[in-house]
């Protein structure tokens, strides 16, 4: 609404910034560039969501108990997701302004920590969300029992394998 509003009062503004449609055309080269990395991004998104949906679905057909389970496992993977996201936003950052600068030796030298740093943090929380599987999902379920049996347990290999006969996979 609000980007509408700001429209009708650029076209109707009489002095200052004004939008004048009949000026706005596309720029041949810029369409083509926007088109040639927009079009294959857009494909890969829609390959992403539709392997989503695909893994959704499979999850689905296990169960109610599955489903909440994949809900709160989501949920944890979203809150260490966002913490690991701000070492490659932090990494972009200090790279763009260092290659506007034209340092890019500087450039080498943060991508090298910044990936070293998303490394061992992603080492770290993962190591994390499998020690504390059980506390993370207590969250979720303070009596414990939907969440059990679809917890990642490193220390029953045979887990994965138990669950196997009793559902099936469409």
Same mark, same amino acid.
């Given at each position: ?15 200052g ?6 000026k ?7 369409l083509? !560039?926007?088109?040639k990395?927009g079009l ?15 893994i959704?679905a499979a999850?689905?057909?296990l169960?109610?108990d ?10 944890i993977?979203i809150?260490?997701?966002?913490f690991? !996201? ?7 950052t200090?790279?763009?302004? !260092?290659?506007g600068?034209? !340092?890019?030796?500087?450039?080498l030298?943060?991508?090298k ?12 929380m993962?190591a994390?969300?499998?020690?504390l599987?059980?506390q993370?999902l ?7 029992g ?13 887990t994965?394998?138990?669950?196997q ?6």
């Amino acid at each position: 609404i609000s980007s509408g509003i700001l429209c009708w009062k650029l076209l109707h503004a009489k002095e200052g910034l004004r939008l004048q449609l009949s000026k706005l055309h596309p720029e041949g080269v810029l369409l083509k !560039n926007i088109i040639k990395i927009g079009l294959p991004a857009g494909i890969q998104g829609m390959v992403f969501s539709i392997s989503n949906i695909l893994i959704q679905a499979a999850i689905n057909s296990l169960g109610p108990d599955a489903m909440a389970a994949s809900a709160a496992a989501f949920t944890i993977e979203i809150n260490v997701y966002c913490f690991l !996201n701000a070492f490659a936003q932090a990494t972009t950052t200090f790279v763009s302004q !260092n290659y506007g600068a034209g !340092n890019m030796a500087r450039c080498l030298m943060v991508t090298k920590r910044g990936l070293m740093l998303a490394l061992g943090s992603t080492m770290g929380m993962a190591a994390l969300v499998l020690l504390l599987s059980q506390q993370l999902l207590g969250f979720f379920n303070p009596i414990g029992g939907i969440y059990r049996k679809y917890a990642i347990q490193p220390n029953y290999p045979h887990t994965a394998n138990s669950y196997q006969s009793q559902y099936s996979w469409p």
